[in-house]
């Protein structure tokens, strides 16, 4: 399914022979020969069509944000704990995953990303398999359920438990890591099957 996705994603979005790809996107591409010879890669940072920080209580939106404001650290949200993060780009679509909140969860100050992904229900034990593998520490790690009315699972997983995750590093990167991580879990996914 990511084969398909990925080369409806080139044809459809190619501009002047060229596409924009998350670098492990680009890497999926390559290693499944989905490139077309006259389609040239572009490596992107994550383009977002929505940043948005939100009160955690009564979700409302407190400001729109630019691209810029991800270059602050995750620690912002230790800072501002009544406040989450919203993301929405089209690159998510990639990795099956539909919009992206991030916060510190107040009970296991740990940070989290939340987020709908788009995965058969039947991939359920083998996800969990995959999440328990990779997620590294002691404590919670993630919690998952499957909502049968509009067919994603809503996942809630602890960053701070992601190879390479340092709340001193910018929301981008670490938004950039937990999207490789999914994708890379999707692709383990596929193979498996």
């Known amino acids: 399914m990511l084969k398909k996705k990925l080369e409806t994603y080139i044809m459809d979005n190619a501009v002047d022979h060229t596409i924009e790809l998350p ?17 040239a890669v572009e490596v992107n940072d994550i383009r977002y069509d929505v940043i948005e920080l939100c009160n955690k209580e009564t979700e409302e939106v407190i400001r729109t944000e630019t691209a810029e404001f991800l270059n602050e650290s995750m620690t912002y949200l230790k800072k501002n704990r009544d406040e989450f993060i919203f993301l929405e780009s089209k690159s998510f679509e990639l990795a099956r995953i539909d919009a992206v909140a991030l916060e510190l969860d107040d009970v296991f100050e740990t940070y989290t990303a939340l987020f709908g992904l788009k995965v058969q229900k039947k991939f ?23 909502s049968d009315a509009d067919g994603l699972w809503d996942v809630n997983f602890a960053l701070d438990y992601m190879k390479g995750f340092d709340e001193d590093i910018s929301i981008n990167k670490i938004v950039e890591l937990m999207y490789s991580f999914v994708y890379n879990m999707i692709e383990a996914l596929e193979d498996a099957q």
């Not at 499944?32 to 389609?39: G, R, T």
């Not at 359920?124 to 499957?146: A, I, M, R, T, W």
């Open 23 to 39: 670098d492990v996107v680009k890497l999926y591409a390559e290693q499944h020969l989905l490139l077309p010879d006259n389609i």
């Open 124 to 146: 359920g034990p083998d996800f969990k398999q995959y999440l328990d593998e990779h997620l590294n520490g002691d404590g919670v790690k993630y919690s998952v359920s499957f």
